[in-house]
């Protein structure tokens, strides 16, 4: 390495040249950070994608941390010139000019190295413990601090010399692997993500003007009690209940975002459609034989506004049926990086190499406070602008409180919980097991999520309002639901994971028909995945490919509607290039609810009626209709794993 004539405290410092400052950041990230940011995804990538699509992935990857060095190179060099230019910092140019660029790639590297050691540390030792906001932001601070005070005093030649002789002896492979993953980049270009379609001249729709999908994430139909005659914490939303059909016993397919919202968009159960990891996307097919697309040869313009990219059509990979869809709705620092890198809608960039600018999302629990990041305004408003634009439209708006963190607006906070008490995010637990000791905590972070659901009501409210006033509500096919609910029993706090209880999965379902002024109750169990069946059919178009649901048409009309067993599931430890030999399944019939973990190879039967909360394993009490209703499981999951052979062959 050719040193130039700047020493500092022994160490002397190679001229700060743009090559020499962007191939020694080229091999820190690439070599370094890449690869523990890979393996600590890459139990859960090797369950939904294929070897050539992560090594597609990877080869982008590369290609944009060459770009990231690159910036780092030229902030370097510019440091360096500046400092020229003054007598005095001469001295300094070059230290100056590496530290800007080696710091911040020790910080990332150092980073990724100390959250892989955690998370393999709470997987070997069975611990479900985590960091707090306070501890994390702690850590950081002294790692800059240590970092720049050993880059500036006496440490500068024991640490700086040997890292940089370090990056200097591996540069050549880095720039080939980089040269290599720009050449497969190019033969094989990552899909880009088509900018909003232009308000096109739509065929007017046979069947209802406006369709309206509107989910609120995170909203228990056991806390918002909607449908029922007694106290509700959603006034609003009860009196759109009033012109409305109200299913007290609607269920989500899954107990978190992805699976639940694909079922939404193509009307098929997790086993089917296999986004059950929570960065995977839907089987191919599927993503081809959606609700939007269907809707649009109707005759409908297709929007979407999601405040979680977990529910976002890049996502699920079903982007392409839209004429518009936005990402949108947070003043979150973290969520930045990751809608950035949704522009690549196939890959799996956004839920890891996003972690290239660490510490965003712990420094937003600081920069928050006690207002929540995703407030709903921030999304139904440019929803609603784009709904009145002209043409008939199908729009899903999907917005993210009461979700965690339970941080309820000014207007609802306080009604339930006085004082300070959780008022801020730094005080609250997160998604979380907890001990019997500490249920009395519990109770009253779901009194917060509870005014976070009053403040959803509010904002849902206005929302409505607002259509109504446009004159675009009374015509409309207007759904209103969640994807899932949030447990606060069970010695689990949020949602995920293998809990699969009525508090995650029963979620509120109205719909309102155009015109309607009478109000329907509907008490027979059904599923998120009758939701796009009902609104293709209300919507004019033939029914979905791949739906597992059936059209609700009958029951909002009061004609007979058969009962039928509904279906959740949690499937996140498998793999869909594997047989079904892992997960937990759920069958509800009426008010019987089995609960299989495949795994574990264990069933539980629980009797809804009498045993809301789920506490009292009848199996052994009932052995014929757990016999029953395991057979029914049993069929379906034979089907699913038919279904998955053809889907991903071997």
Same mark, same amino acid.
């Given at each position: ?88 910092? =001469? ?36 611990? /479900? ?5 306070? %501890? ?59 900018? %909003? ?40 939303? =009860? ?79 079903? /982007?392409?049926?839209?004429? /518009? ?122 009194? @917060? ?52 209880? /009525? ?11 155009? @015109? ?33 649901? @059936? ?70 009490? @009932? ?26 062959? =071997?």
């Amino acid at each position: 390495m050719r040193r130039g004539p700047h020493t500092d405290r022994g160490i002397a410092w190679p001229r700060a040249s743009l090559w020499q400052l962007f191939s020694h950041a080229l091999s820190a990230l690439l070599l370094l950070w890449l690869p523990f940011a890979l393996l600590r995804q890459l139990d859960a990538f090797i369950a939904f994608r294929t070897a050539s699509e992560l090594g597609s992935d990877l080869a982008l990857a590369a290609v944009l941390i060459g770009l990231q060095c690159l910036l780092l190179a030229v902030l370097g060099l510019t440091l360096r010139g500046l400092l020229a230019l003054v007598p005095a910092g =001469r001295r300094w140019a070059d230290p100056a000019a590496w530290a800007l660029v080696l710091i911040p790639c020790a910080w990332v590297c150092l980073w990724q190295l100390g959250g892989s050691s955690w998370a393999w540390f709470k997987l070997t030792a069975g611990a /479900d413990v985590s960091l707090t906001p306070h %501890a994390r932001i702690t850590v950081t601070l002294l790692l800059l601090l240590v970092l720049g005070w050993g880059m500036w005093k006496g440490m500068a030649h024991r640490i700086a010399g040997p890292l940089l002789n370090m990056l200097q002896s591996i540069r050549s492979l880095a720039l080939i692997l980089l040269v290599t993953a720009a050449g497969a980049t190019a033969w094989h270009p990552p899909r880009l993500l088509q900018p %909003a379609s232009p308000v096109r001249p739509a065929s007017t729709p046979t069947a209802v003007k406006d369709i309206f999908l509107i989910t609120i994430d995170t909203l228990a139909e056991r806390d918002a009690q909607v449908c029922a005659s007694g106290d509700t914490l959603m006034p609003h939303l =009860r009196k759109f209940a009033a012109q409305a059909t109200c299913f007290s016993r609607a269920y989500s397919s899954a107990n978190f975002t992805t699976p639940s919202t694909i079922t939404l968009e193509t009307g098929a159960l997790p086993w089917h459609h296999w986004g059950v990891q929570i960065v995977a996307k839907a089987a191919t097919p599927l993503q081809q034989g959606s609700l939007a697309p269907a809707l649009r040869q109707a005759g409908y313009r297709t929007l979407s506004f999601s405040a979680n990219i977990l529910a976002s059509p890049r996502h699920h990979g079903t /982007d392409p049926g839209y004429d /518009d869809q936005r990402i949108l709705g947070s003043t979150a620092l973290g969520s930045q990086p990751r809608v950035l890198l949704t522009r690549f809608p196939d890959t799996t960039l956004p839920f890891w190499l996003s972690s290239l600018v660490p510490f965003l999302d712990t420094l937003d629990v600081y920069l928050h406070g006690a207002t929540h990041p995703y407030p709903p305004q921030l999304t139904y408003e440019p929803a609603l602008a784009a709904i009145g634009e002209r043409g008939s439209s199908f729009a899903w708006v999907h917005t993210l409180p009461p979700h965690d963190p339970f941080l309820p607006p000014a207007s609802t906070k306080g009604r339930l919980l006085p004082g300070d008490e959780l008022g801020k995010w730094s005080q609250q637990l997160g998604m979380t097991a907890f001990t019997e000791a500490q249920q009395g905590l519990v109770n009253k972070h779901r009194l @917060r999520y509870r005014e976070g659901i009053m403040g959803a009501d509010e904002a849902l409210g206005q929302f409505l309002t607002q259509l109504e006033q446009a004159g675009r509500l009374d015509d409309a096919l207007v759904i209103v639901t969640s994807d899932h609910g949030e447990s606060f029993a069970h010695g689990y706090m949020g949602h995920a994971g293998d809990i699969l209880t /009525d508090d995650v999965l029963r979620v509120p379902l109205l719909i309102k028909l155009p @015109r309607q002024r009478q109000a329907r109750v509907v008490d027979q169990p059904v599923s998120l995945a009758d939701v796009a069946p009902t609104i293709a059919d209300l919507g004019g178009a033939p029914p979905l490919p791949y739906q597992d649901g @059936r059209s609700l048409r009958p029951a909002l009309f009061g004609e007979p509607f058969p009962p039928q067993p509904v279906f959740a599931m949690a499937m996140e430890r498998q793999s869909r290039f594997a047989p079904l030999q892992r997960g937990r399944y759920v069958v509800v019939d009426g008010l019987l609810k089995l609960v299989l973990d495949k795994g574990k190879g264990s069933t539980q039967l629980f009797e809804l009626g009498s045993d809301p909360d789920e506490l009292h394993d009848l199996s052994a009490a @009932r052995p014929q209709d757990t016999a029953r209703l395991g057979q029914v499981l049993d069929e379906r999951l034979r089907e699913a794993e038919a279904r998955r052979q053809r889907l991903f062959p =071997r």
